[in-house]
């Protein structure tokens, strides 16, 4: 199997999910809360800015299909993305898409 990584064209389109995200749910927030992606190969690092800090949120690892990425939530008590991490408020919400990483990123860790 290929390994699969996150092209120029997927990027942008990560890009206008995350912005439509941002525009909905932190409408008149922008200049304070926030979420970006970096993308690294494969890897998508979710990620939000808050009140001038950065804290990174999720990682999730692009399959070849927008809607079945896969998901690891940030443990800050490890300082780590875990995989088999499924015990945390708002894990229901991830469905597979960016939306929903984000959705239960935000039940996780709440602004």
Not at 29 to 42: D, W
């Amino acid at each position: 199997m290929a390994k699969k990584i996150i092209l120029k064209e997927i990027q942008q389109e990560v890009d206008g999910i995350i912005e439509e995200f941002n525009r909905i749910h932190f409408y008149g927030r922008a200049n304070t809360v926030a979420y970006f992606a970096e993308i690294k190969g494969k890897f998508l690092y979710l990620k939000r800015h808050e009140f001038g800090k950065i804290s990174p949120v999720a990682r999730l690892t692009y399959t070849g299909d927008m809607k079945k990425w896969e998901f690891a939530i940030f443990k800050w008590t490890r300082e780590q993305y875990d995989p088999d991490e499924w015990l945390f408020p708002g894990s229901n919400l991830f469905d597979g898409t960016i939306e929903g990483a984000m959705k239960a990123g935000l039940e996780a860790y709440p602004v």
